[in-house]
Structure formats: structure tokens, C-alpha cells
């Protein structure tokens, strides 16, 4: 639907807000953004598909393996925003990240789709600072080429695009005003669609969000 949303102009949070009042769906899991991982649900759907192919469930297959596809591409697409945000490439270009867990108040970074998208800025020549309240140590492990910052301000200094992967409530009461002073270029990028992007502009900064029309 954030894929929708972009192409007709319109605000995938609004809609989102909308589907809300039907209390069949509610408000808690309709998060758009960066899409989901971690060890148990990308798991789960995989042995789904392979019990509903052992069935002789095609249409089930199909549909999971189009949740599978899409999902991916959430990841894609954050790549696609950096690079336009970049001028067409990443090589070179120094890139803060906020948040490396696959979900916030957590250090689990299996399947997170975070350290994903820090790992493909890196391989196409960006040079990544990363920030996490608690997730630095377990990301390392697994993405030791990538810089890990005490500190949101550490992590953002010289940075000329800041990107936000997870949506931990430490990224919300950052002061977009006193992070501009730090970047060389204040320009963000918010794929959990939960910083507010009002203050974000008023501060000075140029925002795209996944599922919203393009901050102005």
C-alpha cells in the first residue's frame, strides 16, 4: 500500500489511520515502512509455503511467496531513496543510520532488514556510521566492515544523508535542529514512518518518507 500511496500521491499513514476504525483490523500491526523480519515470522512463512506445496496448496504458495517478494522490496526501496537522495550514487557518500535491531526495545538483529539495508549501502561504496541503544554488539558480529557510534550525534557527524531503520522511541526526541548542526548535509530519510516530519522540516531538513508524498 506505501508503494501505492507514493505512485497516486498520497499519505500511507492517513490511510492507515482510516482502515483503523474497522475493528476487524485495528491500528497496532498496520505499520508501513521498512517491512518486518527477525528469527520466527520470515521462518514461519517459509515453512508455511513449503507445507502448503506439500499439499498441493498453489494458491497459498503464491500468496506467500508475494508476501515474501514484497516485503523484500521495502528494502529495495529505502536503497532507491538513499540513492536518489545521494544524486544517483552511494559510493562515498558518509551515511548515518539510526537503529540496527530488526525491531526496537530489543538487541536481535537476525533477519533485520536494518542491517540489511546498512549492508547494501556499504557494498555499493557508502561509508556507514551505525546507532543503536542496545543492537551494536550483535550487529557487529555480523557486519563488522560497517562504523558503530556511541552516539546519535557521533554517528551523524559529516553524514550527508541520515537514515532511520528502526523505529526505537530514543529517535523520536532527537532535536532535528541540534542534529543539522553536526551533518554536512541535513537530509533524511524515514522508513518506519514514525519521526514527526513537520519538526523535521522546520528544522531545516529535506525528508522523504515510505508511503508519504515527498516533504516539502
Not at 512463512?45 to 494458491?59: E, K, L
Not at 530489543?106 to 561509508?127: K, Q
Not at 556510521?129 to 559529516?158: F, K
Amino acid at each position: 500500500m506505501a508503494d501505492v500511496c507514493e505512485a497516486a500521491g498520497a499519505d500511507v499513514v492517513r490511510l492507515a489511520e482510516a482502515l483503523a476504525y474497522d475493528e476487524r483490523i485495528g491500528r497496532r500491526s498496520l505499520s508501513p515502512g521498512l517491512g518486518f523480519g527477525g528469527g520466527c515470522l520470515p521462518k514461519d512463512i517459509h515453512a508455511f509455503r513449503a507445507t502448503a506445496m506439500s499439499m498441493g496448496v498453489d494458491s497459498v504458495a503464491r500468496l506467500l511467496d508475494e508476501v515474501d517478494v514484497i516485503n523484500q522490496t521495502r528494502r529495495t526501496r529505502v536503497l532507491d531513496l538513499a540513492r536518489e537522495a545521494a544524486g544517483g550514487s552511494l559510493a562515498g557518500k558518509r551515511i548515518a543510520v539510526l537503529g540496527v535491531a530488526f525491531k526496537p526495545n530489543s538487541d536481535d538483529v537476525r533477519d533485520s532488514p536494518s542491517l540489511d539495508v546498512c549492508g547494501r549501502l556499504a557494498e555499493e561504496g557508502a561509508i556507514v556510521s551505525v546507532h543503536d541503544p542496545v543492537a551494536m554488539p550483535n550487529a557487529a558480529r555480523i557486519r563488522p566492515e560497517l562504523r558503530y557510534a556511541e552516539s546519535v550525534s557521533d554517528a551523524a557527524e559529516g553524514a550527508e544523508l541520515v537514515v532511520h531503520l528502526t523505529e526505537w522511541a530514543d529517535y523520536r526526541a532527537i532535536d532535528p535542529i541540534a542534529l543539522a548542526a553536526v551533518v554536512a548535509q541535513p537530509v533524511l530519510i524515514d522508513a518506519r514512518c514514525t519521526l514527526d516530519t513537520e519538526v523535521w522540516l522546520a528544522s531545516g531538513w529535506r525528508v522523504r518518507v515510505l508511503g508519504r508524498p515527498q516533504a516539502s
